[in-house]
């Protein structure tokens, strides 16, 4: 099942459209091409609407904010919602200023998508937001539950994206069914910009395999652990962050489905 | 010959103002240092022209554009001619948008080049526009040749540039001679920005060599490609494209005149 | 004494808020992930208080520079002030534009630093930016002394922050005392950013170590410069500045109080 999730990726070979922020584009576009798609970068809001007519897929990364590419995020996702191409959210820090919480609702109020993927802390920042949004609750705060898995499955529910969750384990949800992924390693944590890299990785996915979202998410969250894996076992005792961030990108681009196979580590919950 | 110019390129260090886009800026800051010259990025257009005059040639690239870059591309290629520095054009994607098309026309109309860098497409689309702005044709499509050695040469003789197409094989020509180069790996598409790489390290030969132009970036082509070569022969099994982007640039710094010698592939037409 | 800066680095792991270039963001996150410490890069004026009010401490990095940015810089420092957190600046080609100048007045005069790290000609600009200012003399050029540890020691005396010039060998002073750093290597010139990544590692370091800003600053530029030598001595006969810069960040992440103390070359002047 997942070696066929990455199968279909290779041979189609999707063409994401990427609006991203400047300090992780270049992993962004590298992982892509590792994972047999490959993507084209624009955040100018005069130009996005049509560099995203002629990708498959698209990517809304959030980081390094300003007013001009927030805009280019909105016309770019409402365009690619009108064409059908899956769009995917990565909420970069959502909660820690007003403009992005504001960014934040705004895109989930105009904009729909196949996958959401985030911390915790920015999951429970997006349902803060709907939910105050929706009225449901004045007191922000008091909406915020502390389970990782129910702000999961209610951002799913109300999204109707599947929502990834990373952390120490993963968790993928499309509000129904909730998966726990045990790949990865620690050392993930010491790369800048993993989390925008499995974002990527997932629009590719996700994109490729259009009618099975919740399968290509939960693809793209346990090849890029095991991938974490499969480049930490490489390590010399001279190689640091920068080689680990470098073996990454490279398993990705030898990853086979035999190997995803044998090596994904999940359960369902 | 090809020797000589990578040797006066080393010995004359040159600095090339690079405006670009972000995605990968990093790298050809690198190749730049890795060839023996040196990089100022910098792209608003209040402090284009001041830089611009402080270095010996002017890198301009079209990826990630906005109004304000795209305004800093024109005033610094307007400031290099006056001062008589050669100017380098890599038209990222410049068919992919009217804000693209609308700059890639105004940039040949109010710039002139030492060399073009791009693909087949942007060629044509460089070549569709020009011919368009001159009224040479109403249809645009219609001014489109399917040969890209009659595009480059065209686009040659109407701009007064060195014209560099890559691609499986790639073409040079000044409009009357034309090289094919057969240097170069296919794995190298897998690198993002391996083409604004190249249009750095011709930023840098051909500001070295400003009275051979088509013989510096005849260099600058097939020390690229060759540096493709000696980087896949050093991959390992466990080596992808991310390993492979910094073996490309290593070889760079390590390519000697004898190498080029050897391994430059290309034969006139 | 500089292993307990980088333990109690290590130990307090600070949150920097970078306000940085787009060409070497992505090494500045990753050398201070591999120092210990993490990065978050947000450079938007409407946002960056609150960014910089949820860090430890924060870096101005001139690079790349618009008018948007600068004012975010300006924003950002005088609110890290207020907090009473350590800030440092990197003025990048202070000199090269008016912009640049202007803008290295004006955070001079609004922003008090921790520490400021340049090159001998930024350094220089920069004295004569502030003597200018104050009305010391009117034409900027007889302000400039040619002794760079003056120049060092009287922009300390006049910001009050530590000040560190990097070349050949590096200066660390307070104004009163001066330190000679002799650490480093020759082709660290070669990896872009270098200096951008100092300032990073000084970022972390200062803030794990507020108490102590002169012995943070002549640790930072021990470590940086001995993991040059240490990257230098992993190089193999294929590699260039490309592995050269995965290998000083990878000699950063694997840094121990004991191979510092052995390897620091410094002497007070």
Redesign the interface.
Known sequence: MLGEIITQNRRLRPLIHCIT???????C??IL??CGGS??????P??VT??TA?CGGLVLNM??????RLDALLRAGKEANRLGHPVILDPV?VG?????RHAGRQILEQVRFAAIRANATEIAALVRGTAAHRGVDADPEKTLTNDDDENAKRLSQETGAVVIVTGDTDIVTDGKILYRVRNGHPMM?????SGCQLSSLLGAYVTANPDRPLLAALTAVCAMGLCGEIAYE?LT???????Y??????????LTPEALRKGAKYEAD
């Open positions: 922020n400047y300090v992780t584009a270049n992993d576009a590298n091409l590792a993507a084209i970068m624009a955040d100018d005069d130009e049509e560099v002629m980081g390094t904010p300003n007013p001009r820090g820690s200023s007003e403009m992005r944590k010491t790369v800048t910009g490489r005792p001279l190689d640091g962050n920068a080689s961030r470098n073996y990454i990108i490279d398993a990705i681009y030898n």
